[in-house]
């Protein structure tokens, strides 16, 4: 009580001096931040020490991972000062943590830099005199991820064991500190990690570990650096097990008191604390809001400042982690097993899952090129503190035992900061859900956020006042629902009124679709796929006896022979851009010929092709928009000269005929658009699946191989490979009438969007959706959407995909380094380069 007393009354003192004696130099106010921190730490350690030496290290006081994220809380809220809560880790002495406290107020009182270690880099400095005349060497640190908890400081251990043979560098997920909220994904963290990484050693080779959880990040970092042409020269995965489907919680407890519980064990644990960890039995009895006071009470009223965020990052992370599906990482790596297992009071049991802790490789079995399996003593706590942080040490030591060196310049002397990122594809606030279809993460790997997205229910409005159908239920519905219309027009007073200054305008918007003297609007408002009933109708009669089961199956011929010739091409280079060389012009190919272009036309339609879908996409600049216009009055300038020599010649069977199109009461202008747009769409979706398809079979060597041995599975794993990764993200539709969709009341002209990405790997539908399966029946996927407007060209592609997907496979041949280039598209989802390595 005497310590709570003194650091009370101690701090409007400090702050007085704050306020009053900016000027006074830093002696005078020395004894006043150690007493206060001595204060402090002696509350935290609850110890009954009346003073702490300076030169004593902060990592012999006693302070574990919940009292250090205290202990910087208390600093930011005292002295107002943000310490990163890695400058409490290793050797820093009380002495040297007053003084970074005090210079970090002298620099913010005197309006220098924010924030502690905000130093400028030496060799920038204005006028230095230091001249480096060589760079000096330092041992490769180790990056290393901790658990689900996320505070590193049980990690010191290890730390100092690994000194001598490398540095560790141990990570901090964002939300500790207060500063952010928690990333919800593992491939989110991984990505921030290695952001972080470049800045401290920008290339390769990279040295890398996770403790339980933190192995899982690890390991999908190793597989993005790999991806990116990096070199891992080591990859720990420190009792890190696989998930395992198991039984549904059963209780429906609140995800903060399980977390809750099981923080008061682990800490417990690592700790080392006398007696009996709480078993969940023993709190059944008590209320859920007795639960959480008792389990609070027993960790600590001392931690009511960092609990919450302590307590929401170890909630975040096992949601993450339970929908995690690791990927094929082409490296080797080094599993380090706890010989006493996984304790099982350190997972509530109402968390419903089971674990592979108990099997042999712990669930890593295919998912590195090569596992080195090693066993250290304790348990899954116990292996990383002393006295069994030796062995754990030792058992790391061989893969370490290669001593590369980084050079650090004089240029380099800084501290590392994090990557400035441009926001986030998904932010929960107070605001609302804001959710950015453009952010790169989002582009590059969509999935982790649209399942963050679906646990705020079917139906959600983002901060700029669209809708979103994220379930598979309502998605497929939706589709189906006339009260959903994909023509703003029909709106009448409810669309939005032409702004006649505004130069330049998304083309699906219903602004641009009242521009009737616009060359690609004019194009929009005569294409079927864009027009409601019973326009849609009557335009879908006209085109699709050219796209029956029956009508395509004449092509497969004219396929194998385009697919025979262009992977030939593409073999005779030892690395080939696949996009370019065969995704691209063979759809391209097929579609033309259907069409009756002449096939030495194709190098000048398909840029016009290209741009045109280019026009589908909400973002564009003016200068796009205005190529985007050029090239649909090229394009339709070409197909009336195409259409007066159709007239005259007769057509091939299964080609489109001019003259009974005609016959049937379209217009001119109507058919035109219609030979230019479907030939755009006739060509993008299969090129996207093509590139999309071979990139997830690279990255699941073993679905790959199962497919060589079964070529049967050809019709099956063409569906998933349509579920897993399709080539169209959503389709956008807007409200004809006002209506109630999942609880939600959406009233007429509203934009809704429907996420076919999403509705695709919904968990209700398909079982375990992240995992590629080419033995699934994924037949009630929606990427060729449903309903009225359900893809007219569905069966020719299945066709061009269930012909050149088989024939590519049979060939060996890799993922190059850094060879995925993804396109920026909201509507879209495809790649604009994959570069493969032939062998």
Known sequence: MDHHLDSRHLQPELADHDTADRETDRPSRRPHLHEALTQEIARLTESDAASIP?????????????????????????????????????????????????????????????????????????????????????????????????????????????????????????????????????????????????????????????????????HEVARQLHEQGERIDALFLIDTFQLREGHDAHNGLPPDLMALYELHNITQHLNQQPGEPISARELETLAPDQQREWLTRRLGSRLQASLNRVTTVHNTNFT??????????????????????????????????CTSSDEPAMGWEGLCASLDIVPVPGDHLSMVRTPHVQALAKAMQPALASRPRLALGLDRLHPARAPRAPGRAVEVSRQGISFDPYHPDYVDEPYPFLAQLRDHGPVFQDTVSRWWLTHHAEVSAGLRDKRFGVDPRELGDASPHLDAGRANMPFLSALSRQQESVPFSQHLNRFMLFLDPPQHQRLRRVFSPLFTPEAVKRWTGYVDECAAELIGKLRQSREADLIKELALPLPAAAISEILGFPREDLPDVLPWGQDMIAGFDPLMTEDTATRINHSAEEFSRYIREHLETQRKVANGPGTLDPKAALDQGLSLEELVTHYA????????????????????????????????????????????????????????????????????????????????????????????????????????HVAFAHGAHYCLGAHLARIELQRVLPALIQHDFSLAPGGTQWRSSLVFRGLEALRIRNH
């Not at 400028?120 to 991820?145: E, H, N």
């Not at 706890?338 to 899952?353: D, I, N, Y």
């Open 54 to 218: 300076a030169e004593h290290p902060l990592n012999q006081l006693g302070l574990d991972s919940l009292a250090t994220v205290e202990l910087t809380e208390y600093i930011e809220r005292h002295f107002h000062v943000k310490l990163p809560l890695m400058s409490l880790f290793g050797s820093m002495t009380l002495g040297q943590l007053v003084d970074l406290v005090e210079d970090s107020r002298m620099q913010r009182n005197t309006g220098g830099s924010n924030g502690a270690f905000a130093t400028a880099p030496l060799g920038a400095q204005s006028g230095s005199c230091a001249i480096a005349l060589s760079d000096w060497q330092v041992s490769l640190p180790l990056f290393c991820i901790p658990g689900l908890m996320g505070v590193a400081t049980y990690l010191s251990s290890l730390s100092a064991e690994l000194d001598e043979l490398s540095p560790l560098i141990a990570f901090q997920p964002p939300g500790i500190d207060g500063t952010a909220s928690p990333l919800g994904s593992v491939e989110e963290l991984a990505r921030r990690y290695i952001g972080e990484m470049r800045t401290i050693q920008p290339e390769g080779p990279y040295r890398l570990a996770g403790h339980s959880f933190g192995g899982l990040v690890a």
């Open 320 to 353: 993450a982690m339970m929908r995690f599906r690791p990927r094929f990482y082409p490296g080797s790596a080094t599993l380090l097993r706890a010989r006493s297992g996984f304790p099982t009071e350190l997972m509530h049991p109402a968390r419903g899952v």
């Open 677 to 780: 747009l479907m030939f755009a769409v006739g060509f993008e979706t299969t090129t996207d699946t093509i590139g999309n398809s071979t990139l997830a079979l690279l990255r699941h060597p073993d679905q790959l191989a199962r497919w060589r041995a079964h070529p049967e599975l050809t019709d099956s794993a063409v569906e998933e490979l349509l579920r897993y990764d399709g080539p169209v993200r959503c389709s956008i539709r807007y409200a004809l009438e006002d209506l109630e969709v999942g609880d939600q009341r959406i009233q007429r002209g509203e934009v809704v969007v429907f996420s076919f990405s999403a509705a695709n790997r919904d968990p209700r539908v398909f079982c375990d959706p992240d995992r590629l399966d080419l033995g699934r029946d994924a037949r009630r």
